[in-house]
């Protein structure tokens, strides 16, 4: 059974910084392209970040260049996501998505991020 | 990257269909196959429902279809059933080397 399980979300002060997980199993996760996406409730999903299979590749969103960082362990089977500069703007539910094919396959359940003092 | 644009809501009765159209731009939907579309029961994962524009994922019903014209995408469900009642997204891949999302479609079985 394919699971992505997302953890680390919690109440950070704006200017601060947090670190996401995402557990793979049931997957061959050093060969899946893998994806951090947002979303803020009533809105609909906004891509944040992307990292190739062996981690020699990122690409960001906009609004998060420079202030996140995407990275992974495959020996962990585990993808990351460094927060920093956190703004009221990025509160929302975190997910991860695994990639085989150029799409988002399989998904997380998501975790919460809420900044504000 | 603005998203791309779905209607707030859809909904139909058992067994009727309903289409969602997902509109872009020549830099997005307008310039790549690589269009998808996802459903999303609150509280639980997103699933893959359409790839490549029109393909379906192994396990997905005959019944979600996909197709596109120019910068605009649609799903088609056919034959509602009460747990087609969710949200839906589609999804682009992009010019600027990014990926965009559509602001979302309810869809109701009535």
């Known amino acids: 059974e394919v699971q992505l399980v997302e953890s680390g979300g919690g109440l950070v002060q704006p200017g601060g910084s947090i670190r996401l997980s995402c557990a793979a199993s049931g997957i061959p996760f050093s060969s899946y392209w893998m994806h951090w996406v947002r979303q803020t409730p009533g809105k609909g999903p906004v891509w944040v970040a992307r990292?190739?299979?062996?981690?020699?590749?990122?690409s960001y969103g906009d609004s998060v260049k420079g202030r996140f960082t995407i990275s992974r362990d495959n020996a962990k089977s585990t993808l990351y996501l460094l927060m920093n500069s956190l703004r009221a703007e990025d509160t929302a539910v975190y997910y991860c998505?695994?990639?085989?094919?150029?799409?988002?396959?399989?998904w997380g359940q998501g975790t919460l991020v809420s900044v504000s003092s | 990257q603005s998203a791309l644009t779905q209607p707030p809501s859809a909904s139909g009765s058992p067994g009727q269909s309903v289409t969602i159209s997902c509109t872009g731009t020549?830099?997005?939907?307008?310039?790549?196959?690589?269009v998808s579309w996802y459903q999303h029961h609150p509280g639980k994962a997103p699933r893959l429902m359409i790839y490549e524009i029109f393909r379906r994922p192994s396990g997905v019903p005959g019944r979600f279809s996909g197709s596109k014209s120019g910068n605009t995408a649609s799903l088609t469900v056919s034959g509602l059933q009460a747990e087609d009642e969710a949200d839906y997204y589609c999804n682009s891949y992009t010019d600027s080397n990014t990926y965009v999302f559509g602001t979302g479609t309810k869809v109701t079985v009535l």
């Open positions: 990292i190739n299979p062996d981690g020699t590749y990122t």
């Open positions: 998505s695994g990639d085989m094919t150029g799409y988002h396959d399989c």
């Open positions: 020549s830099s997005d939907i307008g310039a790549y196959h690589y």
